[in-house]
């Protein structure tokens, strides 16, 4: 088994403070609103919201994955930090599991998200950083779906 780490950083004008309330402590009921060709479901199996929380994702009809389970491992409201792995699903192709921690951070009046995946092999598989990059620059068109939806109700998560 081996480990890949990737890294990444995507700025926001939207305050860290929005960004987390919505992504985070309710991004289970706004991801399949906002962008319900990428999730069609978020189901929580198990637990509070809180760390050992289980949730179930079902994919959207424009996702070529159908489900993924979570596993929260840390939900930090002050330091808007999140932490879970990906523990089961088709995502999983290649991988025994991905641990993702995304840290919130204000930058000027907006926000900089910072992310990290570590990618957990099953035994001699590779997983290139091309199919990283791909899987993260849908994270990324998912996260300007939301991003634009914040700017167009900004009264929603004050």
């Known amino acids: 088994m081996g480990v890949i780490k990737h890294e990444e ?8 403070e929005r960004l987390f309330k919505a992504f985070v402590l309710d991004g289970d009921n706004l991801l399949p609103k906002v962008v319900p060709s990428a999730f069609s479901d978020i189901k929580v199996l198990e637990g509070d919201g809180k760390a050992g929380t289980v949730k179930l994702i079902t994919f959207g009809e424009g ?5 993924s389970k ?3 491992d840390e939900v930090d409201e002050v330091n808007k930090v ?9 995502t999983l192709v290649g991988l025994e599991k991905v641990k993702t921690t995304v840290k919130i951070e204000a930058h000027g009046s907006g926000s900089i998200i910072k992310s ?3 990618y957990h092999t099953k035994g001699s598989h590779e997983i290139t950083e091309e199919k990283i990059k791909e899987g993260k620059g849908k994270a990324k068109n998912i996260f300007k779906a939301i991003e634009a939806h914040l700017h167009a109700h900004p009264h929603e998560y004050c």
């Open 63 to 67: 996702s070529s994955y159908k489900t």
């Open 9 to 16: 950083e995507v700025y926001s004008a939207i305050p860290p």
């Open 82 to 90: 999140f932490k879970y792995t990906v523990v089961e699903g088709d």
């Open 116 to 118: 990290t995946s570590e």
């Open 70 to 72: 979570h596993v929260i």
